[in-house]
């Protein structure tokens, strides 16, 4: 690569990951939410969201919980679950990805460089990438958009309260994280150069928050390549997290995004959460997560935000709390609507117990067969109202 295309990372460069805010799920939880909310300390810049991983690495097992017995279901509906109850619950195998297959995943129009429309992403696909400077035009050309900025310029984290996406960042940056993606043979290298190429963008000692709602069976892999980031996951109840998926789902096939997924019935949501949750509450142990309760979090904003920053390292103050309260409301992002009206938008509802509204008593049942164990252990139950969370989550007191 000639020397205009040069950039202050490389292949070589350690990642300051304590440096790194992982936000690792649970899916239409309140991630966004929470992005926002550390994007929104002057201490934190905050990006869109993308998962690496997902990109370089391959799911090849998702192994179904073994069957309870009867006796089981019932000790289970009587107790609850216990902490030692995740413990054995077997980690998703995860297969290297091909130095193309990566560089395809993250590039062309799926995954940082993100492009709606099936027939946009096609032609990225046909672009000659042996020469990421005439790639990159090119795909900006497509895309019809720009990158701000040829060279790197610190960002002041003060001045920036939102999610930042690849047009924010240096030019030359991007095409120098193309380059090393493209001729990498181990697709970890990949990912840690994607985590540096964000941190070279801000100022040294700034903290990086990220975000991947759906990295929960990737945490072991996280680790291994950012052992001291921090992780921070975010639950809510299962049964408004699959009228929120429903409802997301069908936005994002309007709008032929590359994110859209396959329709699913609300069962099969369910049971996919609470795999994830008997995961996410084994690596809690194991790796030392933060997790906290979307309800939590909107019944006391300032009380459990402020905890977080306390945990996290950050400043804290009440008249910061206020601003990124005011900031981050339901109000606010939603361009004026009021909590419970509802809009075809990204931001939609905003409230708890809408599965109320919107379950039969059959469904409820149902719910609660599939997923009734992992509720009631968070503190949920059959009707909704809430109990405190397991002790070791984090809340405003």
């Known amino acids: 690569m000639n020397a205009q295309c040069e950039t202050p990372f490389s292949e070589n460069t350690q990642i300051m990951d304590e440096r790194l805010l992982h936000i690792v799920g649970m899916y239409k939880s309140g991630t966004s939410w929470l992005s926002h909310v550390l994007a929104s300390h002057p201490q934190v810049v905050g990006w869109d969201e993308f998962d690496p991983l997902k990109m370089a690495f391959k799911e090849e097992r998702w192994e179904d919980p073994p069957e309870p017995t009867r006796l089981q279901r019932l000790i289970t509906r009587l107790v609850g679950l216990r902490s030692n109850a995740f413990e054995h619950i077997p980690d998703v195998t995860m297969a290297p ?151 997301y789902q069908q936005l994002m096939v309007t709008l032929d995004a590359p994110w859209k997924e396959d329709k699913e019935r609300y069962e099969k949501r369910l049971i996919g959460w ?30 459990v935000t402020g905890r977080l920053f306390e945990q996290l390292g950050l400043h804290v103050s009440e008249a910061l709390l206020n601003d990124v309260e005011r900031k981050t409301s339901f109000e606010t992002v939603s361009g004026g609507r009021e909590p419970g009206k ?56």
């Open 97 to 247: 990805m091909s130095p193309t297959e990566v560089f395809e995943g993250f590039f062309v129009g799926q995954g940082w460089l993100p492009l709606r429309g099936e027939g946009k992403r096609e032609q990225a696909a046909r672009i000659d990438s042996s020469c990421s400077c005439r790639f990159l035009d090119e795909f900006l050309k497509l895309a019809d958009t720009s990158i701000w900025k040829e060279f790197t310029k610190h960002m002041d984290p003060a001045t920036v309260d939102f999610a930042l996406d690849y047009r924010h960042a240096g030019k030359r940056s991007l095409v120098r994280l193309m380059d090393l993606v493209r001729s990498s043979e181990d697709p970890s290298v990949s990912v840690r150069a994607f985590y540096d190429y964000l941190q070279s963008q801000v100022p040294p000692g700034t903290f990086t928050a990220v975000k991947a709602a759906n990295q929960i069976q990737r945490i072991p892999l996280l680790h291994s390549i950012c052992p001291n980031s921090r992780k921070i996951a975010i639950v809510r109840d299962a049964r408004d997290v699959a009228v929120s998926a429903s409802k």
């Open 274 to 303: 609470s795999r994830r949750i008997r995961l996410l509450m084994k690596y809690q142990k194991a790796y030392g997560l933060i997790v906290l309760r979307y309800e939590d979090l909107k019944a006391d904003f300032a009380g």
């Open 342 to 397: 509802e809009a075809t938008h990204q931001i939609r509802k905003g409230v708890v117990g809408d599965w109320r509204s919107v379950f039969s008593e059959q469904d409820s049942q149902l719910a609660w067969e599939l997923a009734g164990a992992e509720l009631a252990y968070l503190g949920y139950t059959p009707s909704g109202e809430l109990k405190a969370p397991p002790k070791q989550f984090l809340t405003s007191c």
